[in-house]
């Protein structure tokens, strides 16, 4: 069983890649791999934005992120690229702020490290 620490890199728009981002997920579960943490980072940080509301006939990004936090994975965001691209970290679940020493650390403890750009 390996650890894989993920980090994201594209905005809500790229509505294909969460998807490929949640299948990836259940299939490193469902192949006995542990996700050591997801981390929000530069236009990633968007998904954890307040602000975006998605028609009914949309994916739900929200809720795509609370299955997969129900699956008990950390998911983290950037407060330095929150910040710097304008989203609030005050009411941010199921996302917790942190930063990216605090991600550089589980990821080198981790065996693989996956972008998701």
Not at 27 to 52: E, M, P, R, T, W
Not at 62 to 87: F, H
Not at 110 to 116: G, I
Request: aromatic content about 8%; proline content about 2%.
């Amino acid at each position: 069983m390996s650890q894989i620490a993920i980090s994201v890199h594209f905005g809500v728009a790229a509505q294909s890649k969460l998807t490929l981002l949640e299948r990836y997920v259940d299939a490193a579960i469902k192949s006995d791999h542990q996700i050591a943490c997801i981390f929000l980072y530069q236009d990633g940080v968007y998904h954890a934005s307040q602000n975006i509301i998605h028609a009914s006939d949309e994916l739900q990004v929200n809720a795509i992120w609370q299955r997969i936090k129900d699956k008990g994975i950390p998911l983290l965001l950037c407060v330095t690229a929150a910040e710097k691209r304008g989203v609030s970290i005050e009411d941010v679940s199921p996302f917790t702020v942190a930063g990216l020493a605090e991600f550089a650390m589980i990821s080198s403890k981790s065996d693989k490290w996956m972008q998701f750009k």
